[in-house]
């Protein structure tokens, strides 16, 4: 057999493997397809009302989401209604007044309170505003509950809606309060995240949602989905504002003790150039200060010697000695080594 009818051969062995191992394979796997949750995509993601604005926008509604508070129009439409993810406690009386004045006029205001609250006591504007008491229960039960909602049309006809509010505040003893407001209305929450992504098909607060923009129908529904935490400074004069203040006595006593004057005003020289003197009894003073003293008598009695050599009138002032010197006695040694370095008249 030739070469070329030996590869001819293999090659022929080869594909019939081949197409074996295809059939097998083809009969042995079998192929389907299956959904993979891949959580929220990159808008519901950074808006937490993303759901909410898809499905006011499919009902018929013109929503627009922002991130801050500062893109909000202003002046506010009083046809508009505006979700705001800011808790009330965030706002600064500005802010709150400026609301206010929106509703009066006959806007919408959603808006979720936080923190505990008595009237007129505390710095959450808005509350005091509406005079409107928060507090906190012992035992929270986050039950479904059920809320009903007077419709304007017919005051008779109340719709009831299972509600799952998940928070232990409450306002005026209640999970939520609607309020009027001049010609508009104002509508406190305890827990704003039933209408957020993950809970808004729960119960029924998909319908809730609905059913209080359509007390207000008509005009542009705002929703501001970014919470605004409040300063580390407001933080602290809201609940530590006694050790702040004290912190802060503590400070100015601690600067007014160290820029003190220490010691004596000193009488500013007049401008005429010193004299030699003058330093050298500066400088002697200040090592005498300093515990040189002895360093002062070794050099005059250094100099004394190298002046005196082989004549010595009284060795016992040029003797070193280790006993403590007063600046007297300091004095009358060196000015008895001063008599002694004076040439001889």
Known sequence: MSRRSWLLSLTLLALLLAGSLAWW?????????????????????????YAAERLLTRLGRTVHSVRRLDELPDPFDPADTVLMAIPTYALNAAASQRLLDWVEQGGHLLIAAQQEQEPGQGLDYLLNALHVRSHRVETAVYDPV?????????????????????????????PWLPLRWGRGRVTLLTDLDLFGNDRLMDHDHADWLWALLEQHPGGVVWLQYRKLAPSLAQLLWQHAWMPL?????????????????????????????????????????????????????????????????????????????????????????????????????
């Open 25 to 49: 394979l083809s009969q042995q796997l079998i192929q389907r397809s299956e959904e993979v949750y891949a959580g929220y995509g990159e808008a519901a993601q950074r808006n937490p009302f």
């Open 245 to 345: 203040l004290g912190l802060i006595m503590t400070l100015l006593a601690g600067l007014w003790h160290y820029s003190r004057r220490l010691g004596p005003v000193l009488t500013p020289r007049a401008g005429e150039p010193r004299r030699l003197i003058d330093h050298l009894q500066a400088s002697s003073r200040f090592l005498w200060r300093h515990g040189a003293g002895p360093m002062l008598l070794h050099a005059a009695r250094q100099y004394a010697q190298r002046r005196h050599v082989g004549a010595l009138p009284d060795p016992t002032v040029l003797e070193d000695s280790d006993q403590p010197l007063t600046e007297r006695e300091l004095i009358q040694i060196i000015q008895n080594l001063q008599r002694l370095n004076r040439p001889p008249s």
């Open 146 to 174: 059920a809320v009903t909602l007077n419709s304007a049309a017919d005051p008779h006809a109340a719709p009831s809606f299972q509600l799952r509010f998940q928070s232990d505040l409450r306002l005026n003893d209640a």
